[in-house]
């Protein structure tokens, strides 16, 4: 399918100056082709449908809602598993759910599928070259049939730009002052009295819808399937926090399993107030656990930023099983999404794709990537060859090579293929 414009009407410019954080606004017929089509999004749907039942308990965001209430439902009677087509689907749960709403709902829907992954990331590129990248940028799909949204009348704590893929929906919004002064609508499908203050839009397959994040809105359907999608865009602090800390957690729990669980501490006499003893064995070590954290949190945080920066806070693409890359293999990098690398003390710290990768700091491994990232393809084993004859590769060096490209074709970075003309050999 063709890409899809790339900016709103006004440009981004425009519209992060008059719009952005500060009011709503409405694109009719914008969008045309737009980021997806309904059967892409419909196999998206049915890719994560199926991850979910050939491996239980995997942690697919996949949500169903029923009822008036939207109450979440276990979604395994109702995913789309052996459904032909979107409309087939729909009319199955018609059928499973006489007279009731439904939502499907998936998050990071671009992480299951490499080529709507880089048109989500071309979209928001000179958005974020405005904004700046936030911490997470989520694609969600939503598929449903239903009245006034189960949801009511509620605010988000992101942005959100919002497109339909098949059918209509009404959305009503309203600024914060009229909330406050009508706190009784708030997560409530009942609303008539502040209805004639808000602003109706009708968003249509072509349009775009952008809300601010905080902005209260309701949705209304007709009561037909309706597939929409938004782009959920976060920036708040706490969520960088909580990153650190889980990522704190992850880098010194290992060294806290070694120390002792004591519940006591020795008792020392009193003398004079003045206490000389060492500190107790246990908390001794668990001082030291946390004696090198600045330098383990430098390369955490070094890792998260560089994944941002490749991924503009999109989820990464499901990484792919691959084999191991051979001599005989030629590969093609990403110019316009390039490897990117930042040296710390003895480590490269790598991203591609939104995956991190952390190698020996090497000018030979940098001399590779730069390569890679001409987008020209290469033969491996002559790729090679060269920073053999030039870094003066070891046959360990060559073999941590190999590991490097293999695990960059996994995330999608690279791409197999045979010898064209402007390969390199």
């Not at 694109?27 to 991850?51: H, N, Q, V, W, Y």
């Not at 239903?146 to 959100?160: T, Y």
């Not at 706190?183 to 602003?199: A, K, M, W």
């Not at 902005?215 to 929409?228: I, K, L, S, T």
Request: glycine share 8%; net charge negative; proline share 7%.
């Amino acid at each position: 399918m063709s890409t899809m414009t790339s900016a709103p009407p006004i440009g981004w410019k425009n519209f992060i100056a008059r719009y952005w954080r500060k009011a709503p606004v409405h694109f009719p017929a914008a969008f045309r082709p737009g980021l997806l089509s309904p059967d892409e999004g419909f196999e998206i749907f049915a890719t994560a449908s199926r991850a979910t039942a050939e491996k239980p308990g995997s942690r697919v965001p996949l949500h169903f809602f029923t009822g008036k209430g939207f109450k979440e439902s276990d979604p395994r009677p109702f995913l789309p598993l052996a459904d032909k087509s979107l409309e087939a689907y729909t009319q199955r749960l018609a059928t499973q759910l006489p007279g009731q709403n439904f939502v499907l709902a998936l998050n990071h829907a671009e992480a299951w599928n490499d080529s709507l992954w880089l048109r989500c990331r071309t979209f928001l590129q000179e958005l974020y070259e405005g904004v700046g990248i936030p911490e997470n940028t989520d694609l969600v799909f939503w598929l449903s049939r239903a009245g006034v949204s189960g949801f009511g009348v509620h605010n988000d704590p992101f942005d959100h730009l919002i497109f339909v893929l098949t059918g209509r929906k009404r959305f009503l919004l309203w600024p914060t002052d009229i909330i406050r002064a009508h706190p009784e609508v708030v997560n409530d499908t009942t609303y008539l009295g502040i209805r004639d203050q808000s602003l109706i839009v009708d968003l249509e397959p072509g349009d775009m819808l952008y809300i601010p994040q905080g902005y209260y809105h309701v949705v209304e359907g007709d009561n037909q399937p309706c597939f929409q999608f938004s782009l959920a865009i976060t920036s708040e602090r706490m969520l960088w926090l909580d990153w650190f800390r889980g990522s704190m957690w992850r880098a010194q729990e290992p060294q806290l399993r070694e120390v002792p669980a004591s519940m006591t501490i020795p008792l020392i006499p009193p003398q004079g107030g003045e206490v000389t003893a060492p500190l107790p064995e246990h908390l001794e070590q668990l001082t030291h656990a946390f004696s090198g954290i600045g330098s383990s949190m430098r390369l955490q945080v070094a890792r998260g930023w560089l994944a941002r920066l490749t991924s503009l806070g999109l989820g990464p693409p499901q990484e792919r099983d691959t084999r191991a890359i051979t001599d005989d293999d030629t590969l093609q990098g990403d110019s316009d999404n390039p490897i990117l690398l930042y040296a710390l003390g003895d480590s490269l710290v790598g991203a591609a794709r939104g995956h991190s990768f952390v190698t020996r700091a090497s000018e030979g491994v940098q001399a590779l990537v730069e390569r890679l990232n001409s987008g020209q393809r290469w033969r491996v084993g002559a790729l090679l060859d060269e920073q053999t004859a030039t870094w003066h590769w070891s046959a360990s060096d060559r073999a941590e090579a190999h590991q490097l490209l293999t695990q960059l074709h996994r995330v999608r970075a690279l791409e197999l293929g045979s010898l064209l003309p402007g390969a390199v050999d």
